[in-house]
C-alpha cells in the first residue's frame, strides 16, 4: 500500500469485501504501509483489526516467519 496515496469509499469497500472473503476461506488478510491518509480512513471505518496492519513489508514478513517457526516447531 505504500504507492496509496487516497482510497475512496468504493476502494474502501473493495478491500473489506476482500477481507471478508479471505476469512470466509479461512485465510487472514494483512496490509503493510499504509500512508497516513490511508490509513486514517480505515481507523475511521475499523475496517481493519490493527494485528494486521505493518509498518513495513519486512515487518510482516517476520511476523510471518516467526508464526510459521512456531507452528512448525522451529523454535
Known sequence: MAGVTYISSRGLA???TTIK???AGGGKFAMAELQPPVRKV???AAALPEESVFASQEE???YFDAIQRKVGGGE
Do not use: G, M, N
Open 60 to 62: 510482516a514478513d517476520r
Open 14 to 16: 473493495v478491500v473489506i
Open 42 to 44: 480505515f481507523e475511521i
Open 21 to 23: 472473503k479471505v476469512r
